[in-house]
């Protein structure tokens, strides 16, 4: 029979109950450590659907981003619906609040969850990746661009991430980026015939886009193009000092006027980070202010300041993990002791919540139960055997410590010791 296989550049996840930093615990561990920086800045969580109708990215991430062109998982379905997974999560985010009517509000959310994206899979892209976004919302320019830098020197700081730079630029105000995006059509315009199909796409819909570029003609010629610096606004350059000065001593900051992000969606403050461990693909976050998205969709005038990381990229740059929890292997002697035992381990787990106690649930020799519980890292092993079970005792042995004698300890004693495990 053929053998079923996941798709290309999806992958599984499998905790190893070992303490390794390999894919999936480094996933897993770089997850939890975000959710707890989101709550430290008082961000409430948000959940969206995986699926939804089509046209919201067009709308949102725009036709002349790579995503909507030709990266989108999109089926019709059986009601000839068009349909998609969502490739990113601001635009599920705002178009929930507008159904929910909250987009006359302020509000901070994350999320967390997978995406997809129909792109040539290789080190650090995927087609099937997770994301943890924050959409701060209902804020105008200013104070909100200092959270959203705040919380990723945070991220940086906790993970343990020092080879980094994080680049920040200004798209304009609405004034300053028509005058520009004139200026750059202006002179690219009577070049287009070396221009790709794609990039003169790009430079009758949204000509900043061009600046993005992949082909190495298009970028020649763009050494010579107008600048976007020279139409930012005084205000605009204030804002991107103001952000590199405040954060310059914690975080790797520059100011990088060819930034212009592959989302449609932005209007001003953008920024990417990068790491150069992480080879090709070396953004590990990127987000920016998006003003119209709102109203584009059919909501609200609603300011607001997003950003995504992925999981995958930042959990290979995570320097700082360790599992925290102490595990104890429960290991019963005899099988027709189980019950009883069993019942033990059962009431030891509800003494302390920061230790696991893992109940060896197959049969085999005490050797073999010891070699798995090595091999899982577990801290200590709990064995109980007939003689146990009569005197209420249970034989506590250290595995951190080779050296270490055995201890016999009664159910009070063996409370206590478990209480007093950090
Ligand atoms: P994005 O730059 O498209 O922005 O994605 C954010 C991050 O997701 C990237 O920096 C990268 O780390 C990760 N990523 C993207 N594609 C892949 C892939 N194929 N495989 C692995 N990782 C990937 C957004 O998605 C915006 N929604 C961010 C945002 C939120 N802007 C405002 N609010």
Redesign the pocket.
């Known amino acids: 029979m053929e053998k079923i296989q996941s798709l290309t550049g999806m992958m599984d996840l499998i905790e190893d109950k070992a303490n390794k930093a390999d894919t999936a615990n480094g996933i897993f561990y770089t997850e939890n450590i975000l959710k707890d920086i989101f709550e430290t800045y008082s961000i409430l969580e948000i959940r969206t659907p995986a699926l939804e109708d089509s046209s919201l990215f067009k709308r949102s991430v725009g036709d002349t981003s790579d995503i909507v062109n030709k990266e989108l998982y999109s089926f019709t379905d059986k009601n000839d619906k068009s349909i998609t997974l969502r490739p990113?999560?601001?635009a599920s985010v705002i178009r929930s609040i507008i159904e929910k009517k909250i987009d006359n509000e302020s509000n901070k959310f994350w999320y967390l969850g997978p995406m997809w994206?129909y792109?040539r899979p290789q080190k650090?892209?995927?087609?099937q990746?997770s994301?943890a976004?924050v959409?701060i919302l209902g804020y105008s320019e200013g104070i909100a661009e200092l959270e959203i830098v705040s919380i990723i020197c945070s991220i940086n700081k906790a993970l343990g991430i020092e080879n980094s730079i994080l680049k920040i630029n200004h798209l304009g105000d609405k004034e300053s980026k028509e005058k520009y995006c004139n200026a750059l059509k202006n002179f690219l315009m009577p070049l287009s015939s070396k221009l790709d199909k794609k990039d003169i796409q790009r430079l009758n819909t949204n000509p900043l886009r061009v600046l993005d570029s992949k082909s190495s003609e298009t970028q020649e010629i763009l050494k010579d193009a107008p600048k976007i610096n020279d139409f930012l606004t005084d205000q605009s350059i204030d804002l991107l000092n103001l952000v590199k000065n405040t954060f310059s001593e914690e975080c790797n900051i520059e100011i990088d006027h060819t930034l212009v992000?592959?989302?449609d969606y932005y209007t001003g403050f953008v920024f990417?980070a990068v790491s150069s461990d992480l080879g090709a693909q070396d953004?590990?976050?990127?987000?920016?202010r998006?003003d119209d998205l709102c109203k584009q969709l059919g909501g609200k005038d609603l300011p607001a300041i997003?950003?995504?990381?992925?999981i995958?990229?930042l959990s290979l740059l995570t320097k700082t993990y360790k599992k925290n929890r102490t595990l104890i292997s429960f290991i019963i002697i005899s099988s027709n002791l189980e019950p009883k035992a069993y019942k033990i381990a059962h009431n030891l787990r509800s003494i302390n919540s920061s230790i696991d106690i893992d109940v060896q649930l197959s049969d085999g020799s005490l050797k073999s139960k010891l070699r798995r519980a090595n091999k899982d890292n577990a801290s200590y092993a709990f064995i109980i055997g007939e003689d146990e079970l009569k005197s209420e005792n249970i034989i506590v042995k250290s595995l951190n410590d080779e050296n270490s004698e055995q201890i016999i300890m009664n159910i009070s004693e063996i409370e206590n010791f478990i209480q007093n495990i950090k």
């Open positions: 990113e999560g601001t994206r792109e650090g892209r995927y087609r990746f994301q976004g959409e992000r592959g989302l990417e953004a590990y976050l990127g987000g920016g998006y997003g950003m995504a990381i992925g995958e990229r």
